[in-house]
């Protein structure tokens, strides 16, 4: 059978941002991918080493829009370790219920992706209807609908009052039956499963040899998640990993329709066991030294290294993202499916370039 | 609760053999990372090794090679093309090797996390 060999991206309709695979196709089965990127890389660990320490929190904030509060509080946590900073209780409990409506709404986001790249274009917009609510309460509490810029080395910037507390209680009531309306189609429609069941699929074993994290590990069976190591207040509020075995598109689709509860029911958990305190300590003086911490992002483990030398810049700034880490699976996953396939496949690592070329 | 980490010193002779042995109890690469210490690097190999990161830290001359550890480990390949492209550190046998084209192009500058670049480099 001769072979033929084609870019799909880096434009294509089922992806937001650039990244080019090389497929290698024989008939309509593809037998090899090669990936590019680089479309967009910023060079924001470089830039890192040219800002005072204290301003690299607006650049990480910055690295992806969607998980742009936990990219802050991971950037926080990393120079908190290295100056043994004690963050306030309340502090860490509201970075537990912004990370979780970060989770929320991309989560949300993802799953009208999804059905936006198989064309069922009435759930997307559903979805991303229903996302509208998370975002508001992003705005509502912390002024801002993306970059949300609350986190702060030593604490939150922002407070959620007993008001706020009140009025985002009422905007999550009226948020879970919409989302319990939407739920339910991605895990019984016959047309969501005849596209995702059996497709792309990584065995536990692949997933975690290749360095897989996320759901994209949780779906294979890998119960890993970095909210395990009890980070922020994830100790006490009690956490457990949502996994599926299949290892199938479906089942990676399962683990964030689970996780979309989870986070749901960790912000009302962690704004009704809300301390009283202050919500941040002053820092002074220059990290010195080294940390190395990992957070758990929407699309799985981030991880954070910095490198201190007592001055106000500092030495080294690494930031591993997912998406980085679940390449190589999805090049695992994507020989033997059908060209039509692909975009699903691509789709269910929930890829973000943003993050990628940091 | 703040992470803790184990670290290792190895030589670069020993470096394979150190993977291999966490690999075989079961530890996952999260990344690596390279310091660039003006007369030397140092790269560290962040390992999960349920539930801690464990960490291999390798110092290798300037003009020395660094065995990848790609060929043990798959997910290195992504890992160490950047190192290489960023740092210009000379690792070989990588298994999937982007000859310096992974997130840089020719236009971009060359080992930009280098502390002191090259003289020979182009401003893109």
Known sequence: ?358 | MKSVMETISVGKGDLGLAVQRLLDNNSRLVTAVCLDQEEHFVVKYFFHKEPELVCLAVKVGKDEELPGISGLHLNAALIENEMKEFFGINITGIALDFGGRLLLSEESPRAPLLKKRPETQTEG
Request: charged share 25%; with cysteine; net charge negative.
């Open chain 1, 1 to 358: 059978m001769p072979r033929m060999t084609f870019p799909f991206g880096p434009q294509h309709p089922v992806l937001p941002e650039a990244i080019q695979l090389k497929l290698t196709v024989e008939d309509e089965r593809v037998v090899e991918v090669l990936p590019a990127i680089g479309y967009m890389h910023r060079g924001i660990e470089k830039a890192a080493e040219k800002n005072p320490y204290l301003n690299n929190v607006f650049l990480c904030e910055r690295i992806c829009g969607i998980c742009s509060f936990i990219h802050g509080m991971a950037y926080c946590q990393t120079i908190e370790e290295i100056m043994k900073v004690e963050v306030p209780p309340r502090a860490e409990y509201l970075r537990v219920i912004w990370s979780e409506l970060s989770r929320l709404h991309s989560h949300l986001l993802w799953l009208g992706l999804l059905a936006d790249s198989f064309g069922f274009e009435s759930l997307f917009m559903q979805c991303w209807r229903v996302r509208e609510i998370v975002l508001d309460v992003l705005e509502m509490t912390t002024g801002q609908r993306v970059i949300q810029s609350t986190c702060v080395i030593g604490g939150v910037r922002r407070d959620i009052d007993a008001e706020q507390a009140a009025r985002m209680r009422e905007m999550l009531k009226t948020l879970k039956p919409q989302i319990d309306a939407v739920i339910p189609v991605f895990k019984h429609d016959y047309t969501i499963k005849s596209r995702t069941v059996g497709r792309g699929v990584l065995p536990k074993d692949q997933a975690w040899k290749l360095g897989a994290v996320g759901p994209t590990l949780r779906g294979s069976g890998g119960a890993w998640d970095a909210r395990m190591t009890g980070y922020a207040a994830y100790d006490e509020l009690g956490f457990e990993p949502m996994v599926e075995t299949d290892g199938d598109s479906y089942a990676r689709t399962l683990v964030r329709v689970r996780e979309t509860y989870q986070a749901y029911e960790l912000v009302l958990k962690a704004l009704d066991r809300l301390p009283e305190g202050e919500t941040k300590v002053k820092v002074k003086g220059f990290p010195n030294g080294e940390a190395a911490i990992r957070v758990e992002q929407p699309r799985g483990e981030l991880f954070y290294y910095a490198l201190g030398d007592g001055t106000s810049h500092l030495e080294r700034l690494k930031v591993r993202t997912p998406t980085f880490v679940n390449i190589p699976a999805l090049l695992t996953m994507l020989p033997g499916c059908e060209i039509a396939d692909v975009p699903v496949i691509v789709l269910s690592i929930d890829p973000c370039m943003s993050c990628t070329e940091r």
